[in-house]
């Protein structure tokens, strides 16, 4: 008796998986936004947003530099986070990885204090 009821069940679940066709199908709608824009007269101007990311970059890039032993990698930007990733030749324990990562990220929030940044070093 009770494997009849969880075969009925399970077919009656399964009845309402294919009760839509796929001609009668409606797409839902998806709504979508711009998410950061700078306006003005009416019209959307990206290159002074491109502009200033390029120039954060260029200033975080530099300010690794001028470290004796560390080389930027790569910098990304999103939105209000920033990622740098460094090399170095130097090996460092997990501790003294930390308290570097930690310098670089105080040397660069003096610089660019309008993101939230993010170093990882890794060794080359």
């Known amino acids: 008796m009770a494997k009849r009821l969880i075969c009925l069940f399970l077919i ?5 998986c ?3 066709s796929r001609d009668d199908a409606k797409p ?3 709504e979508t936004r ?3 824009t700078t306006e003005k007269g009416g019209h959307v101007n990206q290159n002074d947003d491109r502009s200033s990311v390029t120039a954060d970059i260029q200033k975080a890039k530099e300010a ?4 004796n032993g560390y080389i930027p990698h790569s910098v ?3 939105g209000k986070d920033m990622w740098v990733n460094v090399h170095t030749e130097y090996t460092l324990n997990h501790r003294e990885r930390m308290e570097k990562e930690s310098e670089i990220r105080d040397r660069l929030l003096k610089i660019l204090p309008r993101y ?3 170093v990882k070093i890794d060794v080359k």
């Open 12 to 16: 009656a679940s399964l009845a309402g």
């Open 18 to 20: 294919f009760e839509e």
């Open 28 to 30: 839902h709608p998806i």
């Open 34 to 36: 711009q998410l950061s």
């Open 64 to 67: 690794v530099w001028k470290m």
């Open 76 to 78: 990304f930007i999103n």
């Open 116 to 118: 939230d940044i993010h």
